[in-house]
C-alpha cells in the first residue's frame, strides 16, 4: 500500500519534468529573469548609492532578495499546469482514476518544489560569478535553500488551491501579476527596513518574505545566527501550517463539489 503511494506520485513527477522538458523557452526565462534581476537591478541601486547595510556591498545585500523572490514567484505560479489540466478536463479524470487524490497534488507541490531550489541554487551559483561570496560558505548555501523551501512550501500550496478555486487560468495570471510585485516592495527584498517609510516597514513586517529574506541575507553577510534563523524558521513553520490549512479545506470542498 505504502509503495503505492510512492509509484503514484513519482509518476506525477515525471509526468512534470517531460512536460517542463518541452518548454525550453519557459525554462531559459525562469532562470534568466532572476538573473537580470540581480545584475541589472543590483548594479543600478548600487551605483545610485542606495543604503544597503552599513559598509555591505548592494550585489550582496540583494542576492539574498532575489533569491526569496524567485522562490515565492515560481511556488505562486506553482499551481498554473493544475488549472490548465482542469480546464482541459483531465484533472476530473486523475481525481476520479483508481489512485490516491492526494498524489496528484503531492507530486506537482514535490515538483514546485524542487524546480524553485534548482533555481535558487543556480542563481546562488551566478552570484558567486559576480563576486558575491556567502559568510557562511556551502553549508550556509544548503541553509538558503532550506529556507527557501519553507517558505516555497506554503506559497505553492496556497497556488494549487487557487487552481481549485479561480474560474479560469486568465483570472490566475491575473491575480499573481497583482500580488508580485506588491509582495516585492513591501518586503526588505531591495533595501533595509529602517530606510522604508514607515508605514511600509509596518506592513513589510507581515510579510513572510520579510523573514525568509532576513535569515537568507544574515547567511550570505554575516554568518550563523542561530536565534535569528530559529525565529525565522518558526515563522515560517507556521505560514505552512495554516496554508496547509487552507488548502486541505480548499480540496475537501472541491472533492465535494
Do not use: K
Not at 154 to 169: D, K
Request: aromatic share 10%; charged share 15%.
Amino acid at each position: 500500500m505504502g509503495s503505492d503511494v510512492y509509484v503514484e506520485i513519482g509518476a506525477f513527477l515525471r509526468r512534470w519534468y517531460w512536460r517542463l522538458r518541452r518548454e525550453p523557452v519557459s525554462i531559459f526565462a525562469a532562470l534568466a529573469e532572476p538573473v537580470l534581476w540581480l545584475f541589472l537591478f543590483g548594479n543600478l541601486f548600487r551605483g545610485a548609492g542606495v543604503a544597503a547595510e552599513a559598509g555591505g556591498d548592494y550585489l550582496a545585500f540583494m542576492t539574498a532578495g532575489v533569491v526569496v523572490m524567485t522562490v515565492v514567484n515560481a511556488a505562486l505560479a506553482g499551481g498554473i499546469e493544475v488549472m490548465f489540466d482542469r480546464e482541459q478536463g483531465l484533472l476530473p479524470r486523475f481525481l476520479a482514476a483508481p489512485i490516491r487524490p492526494a498524489s496528484v497534488l503531492v507530486g506537482r507541490f514535490l515538483f514546485v518544489v524542487i524546480v524553485t531550489s534548482l533555481q535558487a541554487g543556480v542563481i546562488l551559483a551566478m552570484a558567486r560569478l559576480m563576486g558575491v561570496r556567502p559568510a557562511t560558505g556551502l553549508p550556509g548555501v544548503a541553509g538558503v535553500l532550506a529556507i527557501g523551501v519553507l517558505l516555497g512550501a506554503g506559497i505553492a500550496v496556497l497556488s494549487l488551491s487557487l487552481a481549485f478555486r479561480l474560474r479560469t487560468h486568465g483570472e490566475f495570471f491575473e491575480l499573481i501579476a497583482f500580488v508580485s510585485l506588491p509582495l516585492l516592495f513591501l518586503s526588505s527584498a531591495l533595501v533595509p527596513l529602517d530606510a522604508m517609510p514607515g508605514w511600509m516597514a509596518a506592513v513589510a513586517r507581515l510579510n513572510p518574505m520579510t523573514y525568509a529574506i532576513d535569515a537568507v541575507r544574515s547567511l550570505m553577510l554575516h554568518g550563523w545566527v542561530p536565534g535569528l534563523l530559529a525565529g525565522v524558521a518558526g515563522v515560517l513553520v507556521l505560514f505552512d501550517a495554516a496554508c496547509l490549512a487552507i488548502g486541505v479545506r480548499t480540496f475537501s470542498r472541491a472533492m465535494r463539489d
